[in-house]
């Protein structure tokens, strides 16, 4: 068998795996947030200080926090971008992307790349069967799950288990 017929029956194999391994499997399972109600600085400086590129609002309800929106580094840089004036004391509100595009825990990795690519995303909050957000997966988190059955993974993407 050649290399390229390897390397062939090596994508194919990935694929079928990306099929079935569950989204749960690669999610960070705590998710670091911001409320509704706090400033674009105080958004900004969570993000900092947790080397984050993107945060998850939430808003309270009698439940707990319910996942409302998002704020990436891309938001902030475009609402910088196109004002004149911009101030970062005011509220998030006026920059989270409120289509808030989610994924199951038993979904696939599979399908993760489908709402991810199809939505031009980089981040998926991970949603359980009653609506509470129980992870986050990324993009980065996705290229982990598809390159971990390659005999080609550098060793920053091994997955503890």
Not at 23 to 34: G, L, Q, Y
Not at 117 to 145: C, F, Q, S, Y
């Amino acid at each position: 068998m050649s290399i390229k017929e390897e390397r062939r029956e090596d994508k194919s194999a990935t694929a079928r795996d990306i099929d079935t391994i569950p989204v749960s499997k690669f999610m960070t399972k705590t998710v670091i947030t911001a409320n509704l109600d706090q400033t674009i600085q105080s958004a900004c400086k969570i993000m900092n200080e947790n080397n984050l590129g993107a945060i998850v609002i939430v808003k309270r309800v009698v439940s707990g926090n319910e996942a409302v929106g998002i704020i990436t580094e891309r938001d902030i840089i475009r609402k910088i971008g196109e004002a004149e004036l911009f101030t970062t004391q005011n509220s998030i509100r006026e920059l989270m992307g409120t289509n808030l595009v989610t994924i199951k825990p038993n979904d696939t990795i599979a399908d993760a790349v489908g709402l991810v690519h199809g939505n031009n995303i980089r981040r998926l909050p991970v949603m359980d069967e009653h609506g509470k957000m129980v992870g986050i997966i990324t993009d980065k988190d996705v290229l982990k799950a598809a390159a971990r059955k390659s005999s080609y993974i550098p060793r920053e993407f091994d997955v503890e288990e």
